[in-house]
């Protein structure tokens, strides 16, 4: 079962001439990051790849990760969104030096990383701090609150007096609301809820003052009710510190209302990529259509329910075989509606097919039939540059948008079998507007 073949080229790019199979399409120009428009580059992983042996002595591998591109911009929240074992806490350990990389480069305020000895690890670590999906296991039980805050702050911030240490703690209990602070800081773990275990991991991050915050799933243990203050809270530090935020998630519907670019990853691949309304509205990759397909819709109950069933007669269900055992062509075959041979043996590369989208898929034309995207000349090179997944892009470039025509997989037809117009999975937002404890 041994899987060691990565992708190879994952910046293809539209045009009517190229070879391989996107004649209708005729897009031709630099991929942009939607979400390079809030600020600075902080943090970038290139071709990040995580192998893991499986066993002793077992000679076999499982290739994890497989050259994942990721960019981080100050003030800007990127969401990697994907099923249970698809390879987002991976990426995200990854990007928080937790586990070591098997190949690839990690590139912080545009110096690559290295992170061998501890001190150079202390160092990372107050740059790049890291939010666990369970607040009752990243909390030490036997520790109140305020050790758990003063232990960060005296490793990252060892000039503060004792003094300023009491003052930082409560200032950290304050930006994260846990109001009023004298309440909470003499709590053990076990003494508060879940939303307040998070807001306290929270507050330990922003001890170490990072220029990143990766929040691996900070909410999908927290009850439904608390979940938008906890995100309207990370929202609300992203502008007022200036942070890089990852937003790992299995949750497409959230990503859409709280990222500004979406990154879908499937079996350790990267899939598709674009703005966050593009990708959610008009999904491209068949995998997105389903994640898509799954989201709640509060305008139409049960809808998603009955978009499962029609699904399942149109994409094959998932296999009790991980995705990551799979070989070396494109990792979603055995689930999608429109896999050929080619499929099975070849990996699809990332396909540019606008400014700011990208997919990975050799049958865009049948996921997307009757599209056609507007051709926008390549950029001059000649100017300061950022590179994201080995395409160039001038730096603080305006971006425009793509219109694209929504044909997802699950609902192409009706409950009795018929076509219809195909409507977003995803509903409209009413407002903005979140009430925070």
Same mark, same amino acid.
């Given at each position: ?70 960019? @981080?911009?100050?003030?800007?929240? +990127?969401? *990697?969104?994907? #099923?249970?074992? &698809? ?6 350990? =990854? ?110 991050? @922003?001890?170490?003052?990072?220029? +990143?915050? *990766?929040?691996? #799933?900070?909410? &999908? ?6 979940? =938008? ?124 097919? &606008? ?83």
């Amino acid at each position: 079962m041994s899987d060691l073949s990565f992708p190879t080229d994952t910046n293809q790019q539209m045009s009517p001439n190229t070879q391989l199979g996107y004649s209708a399409l005729s897009y031709q120009g630099d991929f942009v990051s939607a979400a390079s428009s809030r600020g600075r580059l902080v943090l970038e992983a290139k071709n990040l790849t995580k192998v893991y042996k499986l066993g002793f002595p077992s000679k076999d591998y499982i290739s994890a990760v497989r050259n994942a591109n990721i960019a @981080l911009y100050e003030k800007s929240v +990127v969401a *990697l969104v994907g #099923e249970s074992g &698809s390879g987002k806490s991976t990426i995200a350990s =990854l990007l928080a030096g937790q586990i070591p990389k098997t190949s690839g480069e990690i590139v912080l305020n545009g110096n690559s990383v290295n992170v061998k000895s501890n001190r150079k690890f202390r160092a990372y670590k107050s740059e790049v701090q890291m939010v666990f999906q369970d607040p009752f296991a990243s909390l030490n039980s036997i520790h109140k609150v305020r050790h758990h805050l003063k232990r960060p702050i005296s490793i990252h911030q060892p000039h503060l007096k004792k003094s300023a240490v009491e003052k930082e703690i409560y200032s950290l209990l304050h930006q994260v609301r846990l109001l009023p602070a004298d309440q909470f800081i003499d709590k053990f773990p076990y003494e508060l809820s879940g939303g307040q275990r998070q807001r306290v991991a929270i507050a330990r991050s @922003l001890a170490a003052r990072p220029k +990143v915050l *990766l929040a691996d #799933e900070p909410v &999908s243990m927290l009850d439904v009710s608390i979940r =938008l203050e906890v995100l309207s809270l990370i929202d609300d530090l992203r502008d007022r510190f200036n942070l890089a935020v990852l937003y790992v998630t299995h949750d497409i519907a959230s990503a859409r209302y709280f990222a500004d670019e979406t990154v879908v990853i499937y079996g350790g691949d990267i899939v598709e990529r674009g703005p966050s309304e593009d990708v959610t509205q008009n999904p491209a990759h068949p995998y997105t259509q389903l994640l898509v397909s799954a989201a709640p819709n509060p305008d139409d109950l049960g809808g998603s329910i009955r978009n499962a069933k029609l699904t399942a007669g149109t994409t094959k269900p998932r296999q009790t075989e991980s995705a990551l055992t799979s070989g070396i062509g494109c990792r979603f075959t055995p689930r999608c509606p429109f896999a050929d041979r080619k499929c099975e043996e070849q990996f699809p590369p990332l396909v540019t097919i &606008s400014e700011n989208r990208q997919v990975a898929c050799w049958h865009i034309e049948q996921s997307l039939p009757n599209v056609s995207f507007k051709k926008i000349s390549p950029k001059s090179q000649s100017t300061a540059e950022i590179t994201l997944q080995g395409a160039h892009s001038a730096f603080g470039s305006e971006h425009t948008g793509s219109n694209h025509i929504s044909h997802n997989v699950s609902d192409q037809f009706d409950t009795d079998g018929h076509s219809k117009t195909s409507q977003p999975a995803v509903p409209e937002r009413d407002s903005e507007d979140g009430t925070v404890a």
